[in-house]
């Protein structure tokens, strides 16, 4: 595997709201990149967003003219498979958390890829061993789990499988700082670090609401003022989509324990529609 300095190309497959972010920063760390996606309005919704974050940041005076320019020449987007991965030297996958799509995805590009190219999913919750297992040669899978939104927050999560080497631990750890970011490395288990602490919190906010002891406003205020959080469990919920909780909470629900069951409330919702910022309404109206 090259050093994490010496990767010139790297493919980050789903445009969606993970992957459109990733992509930002990987080009604004200096590094081509090809962003991949069945659906070719997704892609130019995703072009359309990097563009408006990093005009925003220009406007902010965050990121300068030049950088903004440069950043979108290294971006390019396609619906074509074969010619996202081609000589690519790492692959950041974000497609919809579904286990038996990312271990199709792994699948195929284990067997397009040779072995020096580092695969990392964007996971926040399923078993990165059970996707590695997919992939030829799957001691060179890793997770690398960003967090929303990409270009703003500094963590990622660099997630060690049984499978993976010490080389692809280390260079997820380095491109991960290259990348502006700061990394920490987990072990391999359901919700890792950050979603299984941050998924506790908004369950029980969500309960909270259920059981009527505060408007939503006001358990965010509770713990962005009582306790610093940056932003409010329910509100970073809406960020998130209720679906997407609703579904990292039926996993551990299952793998973890009963503590990790969804609220009524948060089921009613999904069915309802109401999934947060992307569909306009959850906790809160967008």
Same mark, same amino acid.
């Given at each position: 595997m090259k050093d994490a300095s010496?990767?010139?190309?790297?493919?980050?497959?789903?445009?969606?709201?993970?992957?459109?972010?990733?992509?930002?920063? =990987?080009?604004?760390?200096?590094? $081509?990149?090809? =962003?991949?996606?069945?659906?070719?309005?997704?892609?130019?919704?995703?072009?359309?967003?990097?563009?408006?974050?990093?005009?925003?940041?220009?406007?902010?005076?965050?990121v300068e003219a030049s950088q903004r320019d440069a950043a979108l020449e290294r971006l390019s987007t396609t619906s074509d498979f074969a010619a996202a991965i081609e000589g690519t030297d790492v692959v950041i996958e974000a497609v919809p958390e579904k286990i038996d799509l990312k271990r199709e995805l792994f699948g195929r590009l284990g067997e397009a890829l040779g072995p020096d190219v580092l695969l990392a999913t964007n996971t926040s919750s399923l078993v990165v061993g059970e996707i590695a297992a997919a992939a030829r040669h799957p001691e060179r899978v890793t997770g690398m789990h960003f967090f929303n939104p990409v270009h703003i927050m500094k963590l990622v999560e660099v997630v060690r499988a049984e499978q993976s080497s010490g080389e692809a631990v280390a260079l997820s750890m380095e491109l991960a #700082?290259?990348?502006?970011?700061?990394?920490?490395?987990?072990?391999?288990?359901?919700? /890792?670090?950050?979603?299984?602490?941050?998924l506790v919190i908004g369950l029980e906010a969500i309960r909270m609401v259920e059981?009527?002891?505060?408007?939503?406003?006001?358990?965010?205020? $509770?713990?962005?003022?009582?306790?610093?959080?940056?932003?409010?469990? =329910?509100? =970073?919920?809406?960020?998130?989509?209720?679906?997407? #909780?609703?579904?990292?909470?039926?996993?551990?629900?299952?793998?973890?324990?009963?503590? /990790?069951?969804?609220?009524a409330l948060l089921r009613q919702k999904v069915q309802r529609g109401e999934l947060g910022k992307k569909s306009g309404r959850g906790f809160y109206d967008w």
């Open positions: 010496e990767i010139e190309t790297a493919t980050v497959i789903g445009g969606g709201t993970m992957g459109h972010g990733i992509a930002q920063v =990987l080009a604004m760390s200096g590094i $081509a990149v090809r =962003l991949y996606d069945v659906a070719d309005e997704v892609l130019d919704g995703a072009l359309a967003k990097v563009r408006a974050n990093l005009d925003k940041g220009v406007e902010k005076g965050k #700082r290259r990348m502006g970011k700061e990394p920490i490395a987990v072990k391999d288990s359901p919700g /890792f670090a950050s979603s299984r602490l941050g059981d009527g002891v505060a408007s939503a406003e006001d358990i965010d205020k $509770a713990m962005t003022l009582g306790y610093g959080f940056p932003m409010g469990p =329910l509100r =970073l919920t809406d960020l998130v989509g209720l679906d997407v #909780r609703l579904s990292i909470a039926e996993y551990l629900s299952r793998e973890i324990g009963a503590h /990790f069951d969804p609220p």
